[in-house]
């Protein structure tokens, strides 16, 4: 029993990683959905209203960042639109990595070294990823044509 309990921990804690990997993407509209909805509530739109309304912020949020990424045309525009939405996304994986890691390990230290490197790789998994929604440049840029 013992050894099924510590199998079942360990398959929880990769599906909760692998659910972090695969939403770190979407952290920005998230909290700007939460804090929208959060608004709305606290304003008198009850709990339904604030749930539409945060859904609806989320949302936009997103649809924001994909028609910036069609839009913007130099590359360090691109950069900075998907860098807004690697920040949150870092933080977060910071911040679960802390979670995990405060409960596993007595040493301060090393649950700082464990969240950074947490924090990293889950930036860099969603930059790779929000790089590859970024449409690809106009055809033939940069490319010679012969006259």
Not at 8 to 34: E, H, K, Q, S
Not at 55 to 77: D, E, K, S
Not at 114 to 129: C, D, W
Request: one cysteine or more.
């Amino acid at each position: 029993m013992i050894i099924l309990a510590i199998i079942a921990t360990l398959a929880g804690i990769a599906a909760l990683c692998w659910l972090l990997f695969n939403l770190a993407v979407f952290a920005l509209p998230l909290f700007a959905g939460i804090a929208v909805g959060t608004w709305a509530h606290e304003t008198g739109a009850g709990i339904p209203g604030a749930v539409i309304v945060g859904a609806i912020a989320a949302a936009l949020t997103f649809g924001l960042f994909q028609l910036l990424l069609l839009v913007a045309r130099p590359a360090w525009v691109k950069l900075l639109v998907i860098l807004a939405f690697v920040a949150p996304a870092a933080i977060a994986g910071y911040h679960a990595t802390f979670g995990i890691v405060k409960l596993t390990m007595p040493s301060d230290t090393w649950q700082l070294v464990f969240s950074i490197v947490g924090a990293a790789a889950v930036g860099l998994t969603a930059f790779m990823r929000l790089t590859l929604m970024t449409p690809p440049g106009p055809a033939g840029q940069g490319v010679a044509r012969a006259s």
